[in-house]
Protein backbone atom coordinates (compact mmCIF):
# COMPACT_ATOMS: atom_id res chain seq x y z
CA UNK A 1 0.00 0.00 0.00
CA UNK A 2 1.36 3.46 -0.91
CA UNK A 3 2.22 6.12 1.49
CA UNK A 4 -0.47 8.66 -0.30
CA UNK A 5 -3.46 5.47 -0.04
CA UNK A 6 -2.46 4.78 3.23
CA UNK A 7 -2.81 8.65 4.71
CA UNK A 8 -6.39 8.80 2.89
CA UNK A 9 -7.64 5.75 4.31
CA UNK A 10 -6.00 7.20 8.31
CA UNK A 11 -7.18 10.58 7.28
CA UNK A 12 -10.82 10.12 7.75
CA UNK A 13 -10.52 8.70 11.33
CA UNK A 14 -8.08 11.50 12.48
CA UNK A 15 -10.98 14.16 11.40
CA UNK A 16 -13.31 12.29 12.80
CA UNK A 17 -11.84 12.47 16.00
CA UNK A 18 -10.89 16.07 16.28
CA UNK A 19 -14.37 17.41 15.28
CA UNK A 20 -15.52 14.68 18.11
CA UNK A 21 -12.97 16.06 20.82
CA UNK A 22 -13.67 19.54 19.86
CA UNK A 23 -17.71 19.37 20.51
CA UNK A 24 -17.51 17.14 23.14
CA UNK A 25 -16.94 19.31 26.64
CA UNK A 26 -19.38 20.79 29.62
CA UNK A 27 -20.36 23.41 26.76
CA UNK A 28 -21.28 20.95 24.00
CA UNK A 29 -21.09 22.40 20.18
CA UNK A 30 -22.99 20.79 17.36
CA UNK A 31 -21.03 19.77 13.47
CA UNK A 32 -23.64 22.85 12.65
CA UNK A 33 -22.15 25.42 15.05
CA UNK A 34 -18.22 24.58 14.53
CA UNK A 35 -18.93 24.86 10.86
CA UNK A 36 -20.57 28.11 10.91
CA UNK A 37 -18.11 29.74 14.13
CA UNK A 38 -15.27 28.48 11.52
CA UNK A 39 -17.10 30.25 8.69
CA UNK A 40 -17.13 33.56 10.78
CA UNK A 41 -20.35 33.50 11.99
CA UNK A 42 -20.24 35.17 15.52
CA UNK A 43 -24.11 34.94 16.76
CA UNK A 44 -23.23 33.06 19.73
CA UNK A 45 -20.52 34.73 21.58
CA UNK A 46 -19.97 32.27 24.59
CA UNK A 47 -19.75 29.40 22.01
CA UNK A 48 -17.35 31.41 19.64
CA UNK A 49 -15.18 31.70 23.14
CA UNK A 50 -15.42 27.86 23.90
CA UNK A 51 -14.33 26.94 20.23
CA UNK A 52 -11.60 29.26 19.78
CA UNK A 53 -10.31 30.50 22.31
CA UNK A 54 -10.19 26.72 24.78
CA UNK A 55 -11.22 24.35 22.73
CA UNK A 56 -9.77 23.97 19.30
CA UNK A 57 -6.34 24.58 20.63
CA UNK A 58 -6.50 21.96 22.88
CA UNK A 59 -7.46 19.94 20.40
CA UNK A 60 -4.77 21.04 18.21
CA UNK A 61 -2.09 20.64 20.35
CA UNK A 62 -3.30 17.45 21.96
CA UNK A 63 -2.84 16.46 18.27
CA UNK A 64 0.49 17.61 17.39
CA UNK A 65 1.41 15.95 20.54
CA UNK A 66 0.23 12.69 19.64
CA UNK A 67 1.99 13.24 16.11
CA UNK A 68 5.21 14.31 17.55
CA UNK A 69 5.67 11.80 20.30
CA UNK A 70 4.93 9.26 17.67
CA UNK A 71 7.29 9.87 14.88
CA UNK A 72 9.90 10.47 17.39
CA UNK A 73 9.49 6.78 18.85
CA UNK A 74 9.57 5.63 15.11
CA UNK A 75 12.61 7.29 14.38
CA UNK A 76 14.14 5.94 17.34
CA UNK A 77 13.29 2.50 16.86
CA UNK A 78 14.66 2.50 13.44
CA UNK A 79 17.65 4.40 14.52
CA UNK A 80 18.59 2.27 17.18
CA UNK A 81 17.28 -1.18 16.04
CA UNK A 82 15.04 -1.98 18.82
CA UNK A 83 11.32 -2.20 19.08
CA UNK A 84 11.69 -1.41 23.09
CA UNK A 85 12.98 2.30 22.34
CA UNK A 86 11.12 5.59 23.53
CA UNK A 87 11.46 8.95 22.81
CA UNK A 88 12.97 10.03 26.36
CA UNK A 89 15.59 6.60 25.66
CA UNK A 90 18.53 9.57 25.50
CA UNK A 91 17.12 11.20 28.92
CA UNK A 92 15.51 14.44 26.52
CA UNK A 93 12.03 13.73 28.91
CA UNK A 94 13.57 13.95 32.32
CA UNK A 95 16.06 16.26 31.03
CA UNK A 96 13.07 18.67 29.93
CA UNK A 97 11.16 17.36 33.10
CA UNK A 98 14.36 18.81 35.40
CA UNK A 99 14.18 22.34 33.59
CA UNK A 100 10.05 22.83 33.96
CA UNK A 101 10.14 21.71 37.71
CA UNK A 102 12.70 23.99 38.35
CA UNK A 103 11.12 27.06 36.41
CA UNK A 104 8.36 25.60 38.88
CA UNK A 105 10.21 26.07 42.17
CA UNK A 106 11.92 29.35 41.12
CA UNK A 107 8.00 30.92 40.47
CA UNK A 108 9.24 31.67 37.14
CA UNK A 109 5.88 32.77 34.53
CA UNK A 110 4.35 29.83 32.51
CA UNK A 111 6.40 30.64 29.07
CA UNK A 112 9.56 31.01 30.93
CA UNK A 113 8.85 27.31 32.33
CA UNK A 114 8.42 26.00 29.06
CA UNK A 115 11.43 27.19 27.63
CA UNK A 116 13.29 26.13 30.11
CA UNK A 117 12.67 22.62 30.10
CA UNK A 118 12.67 23.07 26.24
CA UNK A 119 16.51 23.85 26.75
CA UNK A 120 17.14 21.39 29.37
CA UNK A 121 15.73 18.53 27.37
CA UNK A 122 17.87 19.62 24.57
CA UNK A 123 20.84 20.26 27.19
CA UNK A 124 20.56 16.84 28.52
CA UNK A 125 20.91 15.14 25.36
CA UNK A 126 23.67 17.35 24.05
CA UNK A 127 25.57 16.02 27.14
CA UNK A 128 24.93 12.29 26.40
CA UNK A 129 26.18 13.04 22.66
CA UNK A 130 29.29 14.40 24.09
CA UNK A 131 29.61 12.02 26.82
CA UNK A 132 29.73 9.00 24.09
CA UNK A 133 32.23 10.96 21.59
CA UNK A 134 34.41 11.19 24.53
CA UNK A 135 33.74 7.84 25.00
CA UNK A 136 34.66 7.20 20.84
CA UNK A 137 31.14 5.55 21.04
CA UNK A 138 28.87 7.97 19.06
CA UNK A 139 28.69 5.71 16.18
CA UNK A 140 27.88 2.87 18.64
CA UNK A 141 24.14 2.38 19.66
CA UNK A 142 24.55 0.96 23.00
CA UNK A 143 27.29 3.52 23.88
CA UNK A 144 25.01 6.36 23.49
CA UNK A 145 21.82 4.49 25.07
CA UNK A 146 24.19 3.52 28.30
CA UNK A 147 25.09 7.76 28.38
CA UNK A 148 21.31 8.44 28.10
CA UNK A 149 20.17 6.07 30.96
CA UNK A 150 23.13 7.19 32.85
CA UNK A 151 22.52 11.35 32.32
CA UNK A 152 18.49 10.94 33.00
CA UNK A 153 19.18 9.29 35.86
CA UNK A 154 20.82 12.37 36.74
CA UNK A 155 18.28 14.13 35.61
CA UNK A 156 15.87 12.74 37.45
CA UNK A 157 17.77 12.84 40.77
CA UNK A 158 17.77 16.69 39.73
CA UNK A 159 13.58 16.08 40.09
CA UNK A 160 13.44 14.81 42.87
CA UNK A 161 15.59 17.30 44.73
CA UNK A 162 13.46 20.10 43.20
CA UNK A 163 10.11 18.29 44.93
CA UNK A 164 11.98 17.74 47.63
CA UNK A 165 13.09 21.66 47.81
CA UNK A 166 9.38 22.71 46.76
CA UNK A 167 6.90 24.70 49.30
CA UNK A 168 4.26 21.32 49.71
CA UNK A 169 0.95 23.64 49.68
CA UNK A 170 1.72 24.87 46.05
CA UNK A 171 4.87 24.13 44.34
CA UNK A 172 4.83 20.39 44.96
CA UNK A 173 1.29 19.78 43.56
CA UNK A 174 2.08 22.01 40.44
CA UNK A 175 4.89 19.71 39.81
CA UNK A 176 3.62 16.27 40.64
CA UNK A 177 0.56 17.47 37.85
CA UNK A 178 3.17 18.73 35.23
CA UNK A 179 5.39 15.50 35.40
CA UNK A 180 2.09 13.65 35.14
CA UNK A 181 1.40 15.36 31.66
CA UNK A 182 -1.80 17.29 30.84
CA UNK A 183 -2.97 20.00 28.54
CA UNK A 184 -5.64 21.68 30.71
CA UNK A 185 -3.84 25.17 30.49
CA UNK A 186 -2.78 25.24 27.20
CA UNK A 187 -3.10 28.70 25.33
CA UNK A 188 -2.43 29.20 21.46
CA UNK A 189 0.73 31.07 22.21
CA UNK A 190 1.58 27.45 23.52
CA UNK A 191 1.12 26.15 20.36
CA UNK A 192 2.24 28.82 18.14
CA UNK A 193 5.87 28.63 20.35
CA UNK A 194 5.93 24.61 20.09
CA UNK A 195 5.28 24.72 15.99
CA UNK A 196 8.70 25.65 15.26
CA UNK A 197 10.68 23.60 16.58
CA UNK A 198 8.07 20.81 15.49
CA UNK A 199 8.60 21.93 12.24
CA UNK A 200 11.79 21.90 11.96
CA UNK A 201 12.92 18.28 13.25
CA UNK A 202 10.28 16.47 11.56
CA UNK A 203 10.97 18.19 8.13
CA UNK A 204 14.71 16.42 7.42
CA UNK A 205 12.92 13.13 9.24
CA UNK A 206 10.01 13.10 5.95
CA UNK A 207 12.43 14.26 3.71
CA UNK A 208 14.94 12.02 3.99
CA UNK A 209 12.43 8.80 5.22
CA UNK A 210 13.77 6.44 2.31
CA UNK A 211 17.25 6.99 3.54
CA UNK A 212 16.53 6.49 7.21
CA UNK A 213 14.55 3.79 6.54
CA UNK A 214 18.14 1.73 5.35
CA UNK A 215 19.28 2.24 8.70
CA UNK A 216 17.53 -0.62 10.13
CA UNK A 217 19.57 -2.64 7.97
CA UNK A 218 22.45 -2.03 9.56
CA UNK A 219 25.63 0.14 9.65
CA UNK A 220 27.36 -1.99 6.71
CA UNK A 221 24.34 -3.30 4.87
CA UNK A 222 23.69 1.02 4.51
CA UNK A 223 27.14 2.08 3.81
CA UNK A 224 27.30 -0.82 0.95
CA UNK A 225 23.58 1.53 -0.21
CA UNK A 226 25.86 4.38 -0.19
CA UNK A 227 24.27 5.22 2.90
CA UNK A 228 26.93 6.70 6.00
CA UNK A 229 24.80 5.95 9.16
CA UNK A 230 26.90 7.94 11.24
CA UNK A 231 25.70 11.33 10.26
CA UNK A 232 22.42 10.28 9.59
CA UNK A 233 21.93 8.54 12.84
CA UNK A 234 23.01 11.77 14.45
CA UNK A 235 20.89 13.90 12.52
CA UNK A 236 17.76 11.56 13.55
CA UNK A 237 18.46 11.62 16.88
CA UNK A 238 19.11 15.71 16.75
CA UNK A 239 15.57 16.48 15.03
CA UNK A 240 13.47 13.46 16.92
CA UNK A 241 14.97 15.51 20.12
CA UNK A 242 14.12 18.67 19.25
CA UNK A 243 10.53 17.38 18.72
CA UNK A 244 10.03 15.98 21.61
CA UNK A 245 11.27 18.52 23.65
CA UNK A 246 9.12 21.26 22.66
CA UNK A 247 6.34 18.46 23.35
CA UNK A 248 7.74 17.49 26.97
CA UNK A 249 7.89 21.44 27.43
CA UNK A 250 3.94 21.83 26.35
CA UNK A 251 2.40 19.39 27.89
CA UNK A 252 4.90 17.46 30.58
CA UNK A 253 6.08 13.89 30.79
CA UNK A 254 3.31 11.52 28.63
CA UNK A 255 4.71 8.12 28.15
CA UNK A 256 3.82 5.02 26.08
CA UNK A 257 2.22 6.93 22.90
CA UNK A 258 5.95 7.14 21.47
CA UNK A 259 6.41 3.42 21.84
CA UNK A 260 2.75 2.35 21.36
CA UNK A 261 1.76 4.46 18.83
CA UNK A 262 4.60 2.99 16.13
CA UNK A 263 3.99 -1.08 16.77
CA UNK A 264 0.24 0.00 16.01
CA UNK A 265 1.17 1.51 12.91
CA UNK A 266 3.74 -1.02 11.97
CA UNK A 267 0.79 -3.84 11.30
CA UNK A 268 -0.44 -1.66 9.09
CA UNK A 269 2.70 -0.42 6.81
CA UNK A 270 5.26 -3.18 8.19
CA UNK A 271 9.04 -1.86 9.12
CA UNK A 272 9.40 0.02 6.20
CA UNK A 273 10.03 3.87 7.46
CA UNK A 274 9.03 5.99 4.53
CA UNK A 275 5.72 4.19 5.30
CA UNK A 276 6.10 4.12 8.95
CA UNK A 277 6.66 7.68 9.70
CA UNK A 278 3.45 9.23 7.75
CA UNK A 279 1.41 6.34 9.28
CA UNK A 280 2.47 6.68 12.88
CA UNK A 281 2.03 10.51 12.59
CA UNK A 282 -1.44 9.97 12.21
CA UNK A 283 -2.60 7.42 14.61
CA UNK A 284 -0.28 9.18 17.17
CA UNK A 285 -2.60 12.55 16.07
CA UNK A 286 -6.01 10.70 16.44
CA UNK A 287 -5.43 8.71 19.41
CA UNK A 288 -3.83 11.38 21.19
CA UNK A 289 -6.93 13.88 20.68
CA UNK A 290 -8.98 10.64 22.03
CA UNK A 291 -6.87 10.55 25.17
CA UNK A 292 -7.45 14.24 26.23
CA UNK A 293 -10.65 13.88 25.01
CA UNK A 294 -11.03 11.05 28.05
CA UNK A 295 -8.96 13.38 30.14
CA UNK A 296 -11.36 16.05 30.80
CA UNK A 297 -14.87 13.74 29.69
CA UNK A 298 -14.50 10.91 32.27
CA UNK A 299 -14.47 12.48 35.32
CA UNK A 300 -15.31 15.05 37.82
CA UNK A 301 -12.02 16.41 37.83
CA UNK A 302 -9.53 16.25 35.18
CA UNK A 303 -7.10 13.13 34.38
CA UNK A 304 -3.57 13.72 34.06
CA UNK A 305 -2.73 12.42 30.70
CA UNK A 306 0.33 10.05 31.70
CA UNK A 307 -2.11 8.16 33.71
CA UNK A 308 -4.35 7.52 30.78
CA UNK A 309 -1.78 6.71 28.51
CA UNK A 310 -0.19 4.02 30.76
CA UNK A 311 -3.29 2.48 31.65
CA UNK A 312 -4.05 2.04 27.96
CA UNK A 313 -0.85 1.80 26.88
CA UNK A 314 0.51 -1.22 28.70
CA UNK A 315 -2.35 -3.58 28.37
CA UNK A 316 -2.59 -2.70 24.30
CA UNK A 317 1.07 -3.20 23.54
CA UNK A 318 0.88 -6.26 25.76
CA UNK A 319 -1.96 -7.11 22.93
CA UNK A 320 0.21 -6.00 20.19
CA UNK A 321 3.37 -8.26 21.28
CA UNK A 322 0.83 -10.94 21.33
CA UNK A 323 -0.21 -10.54 18.22
CA UNK A 324 2.64 -10.29 16.45
CA UNK A 325 4.08 -13.38 16.37
CA UNK A 326 6.89 -12.59 13.77
CA UNK A 327 9.63 -10.32 14.75
CA UNK A 328 9.30 -6.87 14.42
CA UNK A 329 11.59 -5.88 11.29
CA UNK A 330 10.22 -8.55 9.37
Known amino acids: ?56 PRVLAAALLG ?34 VLGILLGLPVIAIQLLGFGTGLLTVALVLGLSLALRGTGQVLVMVLCGIAIGALAGAGISL ?12 AITFWLMGSLAGIKRVDVVLALPAVLVGLAPLLALRWRIGILAMGEDEALAMGVDARPLRLMVVACATLMTAAAVSMAGVIGWIGLMVPHMARLLTGPRFDRLLPASMLIGAGFMVLVDTA ?34 SE
Open 67 to 100: AVLASAGAAYQTVFRNPLVSPDILGVSAGAGFGA
Open 162 to 173: VKLLADPEEQLP
Open 295 to 328: ARSIASIEVPLGILTAVLGAPVFVGLLMRGSRGW
Open 1 to 56: MSDRRLSLLLLPGVVAALLLAVATGPYGLSPGQIVAILLGERSDPQAVTVLLNIRL
